[in-house]
């Protein structure tokens, strides 16, 4: 077995207890099992990466953990500002290590689908009438906007490119914008197990492709040019 394996396994084991757990609504138990999700998948990537991690991923594992934190703290304006730093974060990674992308007439209508959809998204959680939302209206603007942004680089690139990075990078894209929006769902309408499921669920996998995405990049950027 590779060193990197059973931190692998216990990552996706702690995913499945989170699912039996939300399932049977142990809430204790399921907060037990997130808390296990991101040092696991954290020291996967440590042993994938042969210890080697950069300053700006050291920087979006760290702020993952704080807002990891103050989300089992049920502390929600602070999980808000350490995810918006991890986007921050990612969009500045995406144009720092990433060619410019060049589009084509045949990209044109894919594309303006995707932005459609994104700005549905964006404006149709941003005009819920929600009391903290209300409140807060500007940072949660901010925050969709950002979110936004790092979503179309993602589904951009996968159009444009098909390669197996950008792939990684638009599922990881997918599983945060699911994971943002069933957490509003959760926090805001009536308790439903298939919403947390969903959002729980969504979140972890957003880690997994992250992480597979950095070393993914990683890769590519130590393979010998032919």
């Known amino acids: 077995m590779k060193p990197n394996k059973p931190s692998l396994i216990l990552f996706f084991l702690a995913l499945l207890c989170t699912i039996i757990f939300d399932w049977t609504q142990q809430d204790v138990f399921a907060t037990y099992a997130k808390a296990i999700v991101l040092p696991a998948i954290f020291i996967y990537f440590l042993i994938s990466s042969e210890f080697q991690i950069r300053k700006t991923e050291g920087l979006i594992f760290f702020f993952c953990f704080v807002g990891q934190v103050f989300d089992l703290m049920d502390i929600e304006l602070g999980g808000v500002f350490s995810f918006l730093v991890v986007y921050l974060l990612l969009v500045f990674l995406f144009l720092r290590e ?3 992308i060049q589009l084509t007439k045949k990209d044109i209508l894919p594309i303006s689908i995707v932005v459609v959809f994104i700005v549905y998204l964006l404006i149709s959680v ?24 790092m979503s179309y680089f993602c589904f951009v690139s996968y159009i444009t490119k098909g390669t197996h990075i950008t ?9 945060y914008i699911f994971s943002d929006i069933f957490y509003i769902f959760n926090e805001y309408f009536s308790y439903s197990i298939v919403l947390v499921l969903i959002r729980d669920v969504t979140q972890i996998l957003a880690y997994y492709f992250m992480v597979e995405y950095f070393l993914e990049k990683t890769r590519i950027q130590n393979k010998p040019i032919q």
Not at 130 to 144: C, E, H, P
Not at 167 to 175: E, N, T, Y
């Open 126 to 149: 941003l005009s819920l009438k929600l009391d903290n939302m209300i409140r807060f209206n500007s940072i949660y603007t901010f925050y969709g906007i950002v979110l936004s942004v």
């Open 167 to 175: 792939l990684l990078m638009s599922l990881m894209a997918v599983s």
């Open 98 to 100: 990433h060619e410019r």
